[in-house]
């Protein structure tokens, strides 16, 4: 399964729960957008618990190589994050559909640092 991975860092408190936003504005085509109910996994453990999975319903700004960057409505995938082992950096994998014609499918994975409260 190819993956990219965002240049986007998250980063939380092992307390913490925690909204995470991974844009895929930069592999979407023109004019195409997220449809569908993302897939959002840990990737080697079961630390992290990921609900609330969606695509964004209104322009949201992330923080993307320390730059503050908006992505439009439809461009980045959505989730909570709650647990973790303070000291362990994970790799969260997702993937989404589009409303391309044809539909495509679109992975990404995104990096969480969790650190001690």
Do not use: W
Not at 15 to 36: H, I, P, Q, Y
Not at 45 to 74: M, Q, W
Not at 93 to 110: E, H, W
């Amino acid at each position: 399964m190819p993956s990219s991975l965002a240049p986007q860092r998250q980063c939380k408190t092992a307390s913490e729960v925690r909204n995470v936003v991974c844009s895929f504005a930069n592999k979407l085509d023109s004019g195409e957008l997220l449809t569908g109910t993302p897939t959002v996994v840990e990737v080697t453990t079961t630390n992290l618990t990921l609900s609330n999975k969606a695509t964004n319903s209104a322009a949201i700004t992330l923080f993307a190589d320390g730059r503050p960057v908006t992505v439009a409505i439809g461009q980045a995938v959505q989730f909570n994050v709650v647990g973790g082992t303070a000291g362990t950096e994970y790799t969260i994998r997702i993937s989404c559909g589009t409303d391309a014609s044809p539909a495509q499918t679109l992975y990404g994975s995104i990096k969480l640092r969790v650190i001690a409260d």
